[in-house]
């Protein structure tokens, strides 16, 4: 898919010219695909790793900070590079990462629901580090966007911990849906899109409300029909996004920055891997495991175009810094799969061992 973007889209032969609309549509995608994590997802063991989410989410956007400001110190950056870049480098993206965990059947397993967990809390950070870019950028911000923002933030925890309860969801019409597939389809994108709308509108992600409703439908009776029903649409649009990645990377641009763009691409990967594994490290996690969901966290999200587009703006860099660092987070998505599969092949042995059940016997050697 990302191949294809980029020989499709309009740096390459350009037989697809709108990237407006492709982008639109890959987004769409990550909002699916979200939905069904939330179908997947075990509530209990998610909220069993608060402390991964909260407290290591912190330290790792509090650390790339960190990196990009000791980076900063030597080119004489201004604040706002730092944070912007630190911000950016910080997120990881939910799409390539839970699209690996479910290809490779361990969305249930530690590693994937602290990566989960991570990857939620980095949704619900993005509302802060926008509202921190505005603040530099000299915007002003509106009183009532920031109260709906903190009503929407607490009102979505509040929904999770009432689900987290066990409590059973009553979803309208329950009698029909077991036998109308139409209605199957449209009261699930309902769901999917309606929430996603509402928490877009409160100034949070809309990942994050379709997230919660996948939650909504898991929680409900014979719910069964949302993956037979939807599997196309999280198929097409799962596929868009990718190729919607594709479509930003220019190669003329790769090529005549070839060596500064590998340069960063190891650094951010390499750094990111090592700062996520000594956080995770530091709250209990085994060494090896750690470094395998370091792995999954290492490239940086599609939520960093975003601010990137915030940071070129309110001119906190240049074009080029601008494109500099988008062709960066497309490549850091594009290679991530490589990583993360080079280091599961090495740390698999203890991975293993690791998420066995107490009594069980090792796996073979291989």
Known sequence: YLIAGVLLGPHGFAVIEDEESTQRLGAVGVVILLFFVGTEVSLPKLAKRWRVALIGTLLQVCGSVAFVAILGAFLEWPLSRILLLGFVISLSSTAVVIRLLQ???????????????????????????????????????????????????????????????????????????????????????????????????????????????????????????????????????????????????????????????????????????LLNAGILRGLGVPWRTSLYAGAFLSQIGEFSFVLAAVGLQAGFVSIYGYQTTVATIALTLVTSPIWIALTKRIVKPELDSAQAPPGAEPPPAS
Do not use: K
């Not at 629901?113 to 509302?127: C, E, K, M, P």
């Open 103 to 273: 290809g490779w059947g361990e969305l249930e397993s530690p590693v994937g629901q602290d990566v989960v967990a991570v990857l939620l809390a980095q949704d619900l950070a993005i509302v802060p580090m926008l509202l921190t870019l505005q603040v530099l950028g000299g915007q002003e911000i509106e009183p009532g966007a920031l109260a709906l923002q903190i009503v929407g933030g607490i009102a979505f925890l509040g929904c999770l911990g009432w689900l987290m309860t066990g409590r059973e969801v009553r979803l309208p019409l329950a009698r029909s849906l077991r036998e109308d597939h139409e209605l199957q389809v449209f009261t699930a994108l309902i769901l999917c899109f309606g929430l996603a709308l509402l928490t877009g509108f409160l100034g949070l992600s809309t990942a994050l409300g379709a997230f919660l409703a996948g939650v909504i439908v898991a929680s409900a009776r014979e719910t069964h029909w949302v993956t037979q029903r939807l599997e196309s649409f999280r198929v097409v649009f799962v596929a868009l996004f990718f190729f919607s990645v594709g479509t930003l990377i220019d190669l003329a641009f790769v090529r005549e920055n070839a060596v500064v763009l590998a340069l960063l691409l190891l650094g951010i990967v390499v750094t990111n891997t």
